[in-house]
């Protein structure tokens, strides 16, 4: 059984079709891919999957449950994280306090997290881990505006490791990093590959080939190939389309 699922899924906005008939199957432990040109869908689908819109058709299934249309917050709590395309972290803030605000259990505790995230030497020890997970251990005290580029979307895919997530979406995480920063993005990605369900979104071919499992390729707002990299080079379609360019 795959961990998550789509089935079906259908979406309008208006008279506008953006989903139409989206299955997909995530696999526990792999590293799945989605690709596909601008405007084809996928940041939508990513917002049915994580409960930021319900579908008009279709369900969602996480390890087997039913969560359609769930709400963004409790399908988070379930275990589903996500960066977003665009970043939102607290500037002023330092590294160790962007990932302690994020954890639940000082978000729990409610009052000053970033206070008890410094007191207790259990959070600070979660915050540190996370910290390393995410290649960010010496960086710790820079404050978050500090940081360059390639280290912020370190820093995000941090806070959304920080609820533990069983399975992590990812939107477009190379989007604006040049190649030394694409590969240090590519070096994390493939230390996290294995310890938990992780989906992309990506436009840069390489960066996803090399590390995907398996890939769907949505064009207008449906699936129209699926499979290894390997396979989807073979894919006529894909090459047709001018999604294979891999150089
Ligand atoms: N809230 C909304 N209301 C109306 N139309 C929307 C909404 N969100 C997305 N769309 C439309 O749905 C289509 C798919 O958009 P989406 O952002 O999912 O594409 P994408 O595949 O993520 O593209 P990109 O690669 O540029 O990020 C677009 O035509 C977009 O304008
Ligand atoms: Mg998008």
């Given at each position: 059984m795959a961990l998550f699922e789509a089935r079906e899924l259908h979406l309008r906005f208006g008279d506008r079709v953006v989903l139409e008939n989206v299955s997909l199957a995530f696999k526990a432990g792999k590293l799945s891919?989605?690709?596909g040109p601008n405007g084809a869908g996928?940041?939508?689908c990513f917002n049915v999957l994580t409960g930021r819109y319900k579908p008009n058709r279709g369900r969602v299934l996480l390890e087997g449950h039913d969560i359609t249309g769930r709400p963004p917050q409790e399908i988070a709590r379930l275990g589903v994280a996500r960066s977003f395309q665009l970043m939102t972290l607290f500037d002023e803030f330092s590294v160790f306090e962007n990932i302690a605000v994020a954890l639940p259990a000082t978000r729990?505790?409610?009052y000053d997290p970033i206070g008890q995230a410094y007191?207790?030497?259990a959070l600070t020890w979660d915050v540190q881990q996370i910290l390393e997970s995410a290649g960010l251990a010496g960086r710790a005290d820079d404050p978050a505006k500090a940081l360059p580029y390639g280290a912020r979307r370190a820093l995000e895919i941090g806070v959304a490791l920080a609820c533990k997530p069983k399975l992590l979406f990812l939107d477009e995480p190379t989007a604006g990093l040049g190649s030394d920063g694409r590969a240090r993005l590519a070096d994390l990605v493939r230390k996290l590959k294995g310890t938990l369900t992780i989906v992309i979104i990506e436009?840069?071919?390489e960066f996803l080939?090399?590390?995907?499992d398996e890939i769907s390729v949505i064009h207008w707002g449906q699936v129209i190939a699926?499979?290894?990299p390997?396979?989807?080079k073979a894919n006529p379609w894909v090459g047709a389309s001018n999604l294979g360019r891999l150089n």
């Open positions: 891919g989605i690709m996928k940041t939508t729990a505790r409610g007191a207790d030497p436009h840069d071919m080939f090399s590390l995907a699926r499979g290894t390997a396979e989807l």
